[in-house]
């Protein structure tokens, strides 16, 4: 069984820093894009940034300059690393994974269960 497991959220004072990790565990062959999204109360689901396996990066408008994704392949994580929060970053963070090969197949769109991040001072 595959598995999404995040980490790494909190309270952080605006202007501050945080760093999430998603750590896909299981019986992994490769996995092709990885990526952040973030729900917010009374919102709809956005992507916050996305990165293949290949290292190409993409973000939203609003957390350009200040987030940044990165992965290690042998690990099977994701980071993300965030600076310069503001209020309007608090949200639940939930890590994606477009396509797993596993022993037993592909797995598609699969998630972590998210960890909440709250910017507040």
């Known amino acids: 069984q595959v598995q999404l497991v995040e980490s790494g959220g909190g309270l952080v004072q605006p202007g501050g820093s945080l760093t999430l990790s998603c750590a896909a565990s299981g019986s992994i062959f490769s996995i092709n894009a990885m990526g952040w999204y973030r729900q917010a109360p009374g919102k709809q689901r956005e992507l916050v940034a996305v990165i293949t396996s290949y290292g190409s990066t993409n973000y939203a408008d609003s957390v350009k300059g200040r987030f940044t994704i990165s992965r290690d392949n042998a690990k099977n994580t994701v980071y993300l690393q965030m600076n310069s929060l503001k209020p309007e970053d608090t949200a639940v963070y939930y890590c994606?994974?477009?396509?797993?090969?596993?022993?037993?197949?592909?797995?598609?769109?699969?998630w972590g269960q998210g960890t909440r991040v709250t910017v507040s001072s």
């Open positions: 994606n994974a477009d396509r797993i090969r596993t022993r037993g197949g592909v797995l598609y769109d699969h």
